[in-house]
């Protein structure tokens, strides 16, 4: 994201830190699917995908047990997949896109600048507030075609839901899995399982670890 990180733009960490070998980079989310791939809650699955709901939606895949990368480390950048092609364009340019469908970062233009938190809609949509539980379905109805959307181009065996919106549990969980089970294709009868993240906070931490032990880190190819 060139720009929303001025500092970090162009900084070589090999020369930064003096260090005698290259050292390669990955972001947050590619970082945070390799800690639950190798801790948590995407253990032993060869194709996963996950999002990560929070100020935008982050997302990152693994296909045939291998992180998706891209020609130029551009992917796995699931939340700018566009479910809308006339609505505003987002920190990318994707006119309607998942990120503002249902991250943070749109929060108060979807609520009207009722609700300055994702947390604070939520909060209404449990106190039975009919306005706030319009505007939360809604969200979660597009998060869900969203999935449902990635299922098809990604056929995953399951679906890591992380990040702090995440932790709102059947909140957000019942109510998207509802959804799933009206718009996700299944012409074999078998259901994507749509799993919590279990590292938290915690998670792209530890996938920074295994991507140093590893050598999956995104360096140059």
Same mark, same amino acid.
């Given at each position: 994201?060139?720009?929303?990180?001025?500092?970090?733009?162009?900084?070589?960490?090999?020369?930064?830190?003096?260090?005698?070998?290259?050292?390669?980079?990955?972001?947050?989310?590619?970082?945070?699917?390799?800690?639950?791939?190798?801790?948590?809650?995407?253990? @032993? !699955?060869? $194709? &996963?995908?996950?999002?990560?709901?929070?100020?935008?939606? %982050? /997302?990152? *895949?693994?296909?045939?047990?291998? #992180?998706?990368?891209?020609?130029?480390?551009?992917?796995?950048?699931?939340?700018?997949?566009?479910?809308?092609?006339?609505?505003?364009?987002?920190?990318?340019?994707?006119?309607?896109?998942?990120?503002?469908?249902?991250?943070?970062?749109?929060?108060?233009?979807?609520?009207?600048?009722?609700?300055?938190?994702?947390?604070?809609?939520?909060?209404?949509?449990?106190?039975?507030?009919?306005?706030?539980?319009?505007?939360?379905?809604?969200?979660?109805?597009?998060?869900?075609?969203?999935?449902? @959307? !990635?299922? $098809? &181009?990604?056929?995953?065996?399951?679906?890591?839901?992380? %990040? /702090?919106? *995440?932790?709102?549990?059947?909140? #957000?969980?019942?109510?998207?899995?509802?959804?799933?089970?009206?718009?996700?294709?299944?012409?074999?009868?078998?259901?994507?399982?749509?799993?919590?993240?279990?590292?938290?906070?915690?998670?792209?931490?530890?996938?920074?670890?295994?991507?140093?032990?590893?050598?999956?880190?995104?360096?140059?190819?």
């Amino acid at each position: 994201m060139p720009g929303r990180l001025a500092g970090l733009v162009g900084l070589d960490w090999t020369t930064c830190l003096a260090f005698k070998n290259p050292i390669p980079v990955l972001n947050d989310a590619h970082a945070a699917l390799l800690g639950e791939s190798w801790l948590g809650a995407a253990r @032993s !699955l060869k $194709n &996963v995908f996950m999002l990560t709901l929070g100020t935008g939606v %982050g /997302g990152a *895949a693994i296909v045939d047990g291998k #992180l998706l990368r891209g020609e130029i480390g551009r992917g796995g950048h699931l939340g700018h997949i566009s479910l809308n092609p006339h609505g505003p364009p987002d920190v990318t340019g994707m006119p309607g896109s998942l990120e503002d469908a249902i991250g943070n970062c749109t929060i108060e233009t979807r609520t009207k600048r009722r609700f300055k938190t994702t947390h604070d809609l939520i909060a209404a949509h449990l106190q039975k507030d009919p306005a706030a539980s319009a505007i939360w379905l809604e969200s979660v109805h597009a998060l869900a075609c969203g999935i449902g @959307s !990635l299922v $098809n &181009v990604l056929d995953p065996a399951a679906v890591i839901i992380g %990040g /702090g919106i *995440a932790r709102c549990g059947p909140a #957000l969980f019942e109510p998207l899995q509802a959804a799933l089970d009206k718009v996700e294709w299944r012409p074999t009868g078998t259901r994507v399982k749509l799993l919590p993240a279990e590292l938290g906070e915690f998670a792209g931490a530890y996938g920074a670890a295994f991507a140093a032990l590893s050598g999956h880190a995104i360096g140059p190819k």
